[in-house]
């Protein structure tokens, strides 16, 4: 039995492998042709599903004039609609022209162009940053304070009902938050600070009023692990409130606080519906914060039901630079705050 239970544990645990393993596969399959049409220069790109005439290269030219002249062997007509026989290697015209007119050379010729719908993800991906980054720093010290405040310093017969409220506003559904946002809180913070009632500013407070709940539930757990004695011998020494949770309290619970703060940006460098009714959605950057933008997940939201082809390719590829910029944020901040500990 205890074997079989050590094996399962194994099982789950590689299952997290396979999981991440079969995404990154899935999303590079999928984004393969947009990241042959357009390569690295997709993510410095601003223009999104821009018509460009640009001049065919060599290869390109070789290639559609063999084409072109497959399809007149294979139809036996010209591209003037002049048909033709082989008779002993020779071609047999119905009129004295050559078999290649002028014309045919034209279309089929040197110096051709076509057109290229360019798409960039540039806009999208400082939209998600920055709208990430305001909620960080406007959420943080918020759920900081009310992480302390439940653990530290509220009475019991208050701390249970705040508890209760922060996980109510937890299970509240994005989409909610989303249209409260658009309705309510946009007004609010355009008549405030002026500029537009969705903005990069409103939906990186939206977001950071999402992730509190988060963030205040897992560093209130992480607080919570500190030590009585620690504390007490702290009040002992003469210490105040204050230098017991500056002095003692944080750097014990350092490594918990910096996890929620990582899960916390991870969940909101990612969220869509929310974002989706608050941010814009115009592909431009934001001049002021008080500007409407866009960011990642709801270029992704907005633009698969109509999307094919390359543009389908195209928005796999837009998802997997998320995915490889969350994974790099966050690795790197846990792999900083790890080696620091």
Same mark, same amino acid.
């Given at each position: 039995?205890?074997?079989?239970?050590?094996?399962?544990?194994?099982?789950?645990?590689?299952?997290? /492998?396979?999981?991440?393993?079969?995404? !990154?596969?899935?999303?590079?399959?999928?984004?393969?042709?947009?990241?042959?049409?357009?390569?690295?220069?997709? &993510?410095?790109?601003?223009?999104?599903?821009?018509?460009?005439?640009?001049?065919?290269?060599?290869?390109?030219?070789?290639?559609?004039?063999?084409?072109?002249?497959?399809?007149?062997?294979? !139809?036996?007509?010209?591209?003037?609609?002049?048909? /033709?026989?082989? @008779? @002993?290697?020779?071609?047999?015209? @119905?009129?004295?022209?050559? /078999? &290649? !007119?002028?014309?045919?050379?034209?279309? *089929?010729?040197?110096?051709?162009?076509? !057109?290229?719908?360019?798409?960039?993800?540039?806009?999208?991906?400082?939209?998600?940053?920055?709208?990430?980054?305001?909620?960080?720093?406007?959420?943080?010290?918020?759920?900081?304070?009310?992480?302390?405040?439940?653990?530290?310093?509220?009475?019991?017969?208050?701390?249970?009902?705040?508890?209760?409220?922060?996980?109510?506003?937890?299970?509240?559904?994005?989409?909610?938050?989303?249209?409260?946002? +658009?309705?309510? $809180?946009?007004? /609010?913070?355009?008549?405030? $600070?002026?500029?537009?009632?969705?903005?990069?500013?409103?939906?990186?407070?939206?977001?950071?009023?999402?992730?509190?709940?988060? *963030?205040?539930? +897992?560093?209130?757990?992480?607080?919570?692990?500190?030590?009585?004695?620690?504390?007490?011998?702290?009040?002992?020494?003469?210490?105040?409130?204050?230098?017991?949770?500056?002095?003692?309290? $944080?750097?014990?619970?350092?490594?918990?606080?910096?996890?929620?703060?990582?899960?916390?940006?991870?969940?909101?460098?990612?969220?869509?519906?929310?974002?989706?009714?608050?941010?814009?959605?115009?592909?431009?950057?934001?001049?002021?914060?008080? @500007?409407?933008?866009?960011?990642?997940?709801?270029?992704?939201?907005?633009?698969?039901?109509?999307?094919?082809?390359?543009?389908?390719?195209?928005?796999?590829?837009?998802?997997?630079?998320?995915?490889?910029?969350?994974?790099?944020?966050?690795?790197?901040?846990?792999?900083? $705050? +790890?080696?620091?500990?």
């Amino acid at each position: 039995m205890e074997l079989i239970f050590r094996k399962i544990a194994q099982l789950s645990a590689s299952l997290v /492998f396979v999981i991440l393993a079969a995404t !990154t596969i899935v999303l590079y399959i999928s984004a393969k042709p947009a990241i042959e049409e357009f390569g690295a220069q997709f &993510i410095f790109e601003e223009r999104w599903g821009v018509e460009e005439t640009i001049e065919l290269s060599p290869s390109e030219q070789a290639a559609q004039d063999a084409l072109k002249l497959e399809s007149i062997e294979s !139809t036996g007509e010209s591209s003037d609609g002049e048909s /033709f026989v082989e @008779d @002993d290697d020779d071609f047999i015209m @119905d009129d004295e022209d050559d /078999f &290649i !007119t002028d014309d045919d050379d034209e279309e *089929m010729g040197s110096g051709s162009q076509r !057109t290229k719908v360019i798409y960039g993800a540039l806009v999208p991906i400082v939209g998600t940053i920055f709208s990430t980054l305001i909620a960080m720093l406007f959420a943080i010290p918020i759920a900081m304070g009310i992480a302390v405040f439940l653990s530290e310093i509220a009475p019991g017969a208050l701390a249970k009902p705040v508890g209760v409220a922060i996980e109510l506003l937890a299970s509240i559904p994005s989409i909610i938050y989303g249209m409260w946002g +658009l309705f309510y $809180f946009g007004p /609010f913070i355009a008549d405030l $600070f002026g500029g537009n009632t969705v903005s990069l500013l409103v939906a990186g407070l939206v977001l950071g009023i999402m992730v509190i709940p988060f *963030m205040a539930a +897992l560093s209130r757990d992480a607080i919570s692990t500190v030590p009585d004695m620690l504390k007490e011998s702290a009040y002992a020494m003469g210490a105040t409130k204050l230098e017991v949770i500056k002095d003692v309290v $944080f750097p014990y619970a350092k490594s918990g606080i910096i996890g929620s703060i990582i899960l916390s940006f991870g969940r909101a460098l990612g969220e869509t519906m929310a974002v989706a009714f608050v941010i814009g959605g115009v592909y431009q950057f934001a001049g002021k914060v008080t @500007d409407p933008t866009n960011s990642i997940p709801v270029v992704l939201a907005n633009s698969f039901a109509e999307s094919s082809g390359l543009s389908l390719s195209v928005l796999f590829y837009l998802a997997l630079v998320l995915f490889v910029l969350s994974f790099v944020v966050i690795g790197v901040a846990k792999f900083y $705050f +790890l080696r620091k500990k």
